[in-house]
């Protein structure tokens, strides 16, 4: 396998990696409705731990790593189009690329002159 070939296989998992979590957490749609999820958690937590700061600090960064997933993936909707396209661009590219490299390379021109005397 080409150091190209590679290239082109880690960057399609690289996409397909991204294209899949992004899938994973837009089950909201909205960053309104990932608003109202990290609101809902934080009421979660204060209900859950009330005036206790070390419980309640724990919880926290929970709900926003959650918020910030779901944002994310709300994100990842909205490029997903400009994504793929972006990809079927780069593959024709590669693919073009490693059909040249392919192509029968010609020969070198022959010397016309020998600059060592062979006989004598």
Request: positive net charge.
């Amino acid at each position: 396998m080409t150091g190209f070939q590679r290239y082109r296989s880690a960057a399609l998992a690289l996409v397909l990696a991204v294209a899949a979590v992004g899938t994973a957490v837009a089950d909201e749609k909205t960053s309104k409705n990932c608003a109202r999820a990290f609101d809902a958690c934080l009421k979660e937590c204060d209900a859950k731990f009330g005036v206790d700061t070390a419980k309640r600090a724990a919880c926290v960064p929970g709900c926003s790593a959650k918020y910030a997933a779901c944002d994310a993936g709300v994100a990842y909707e909205e490029v997903k189009p400009w994504l793929e396209e972006q990809l079927e661009k780069s593959k024709k590219i590669i693919d073009d690329f490693m059909k040249d490299l392919k192509k029968d390379k010609p020969e070198p021109p022959a010397p016309t002159t020998q600059s060592i005397k062979t006989s004598y």
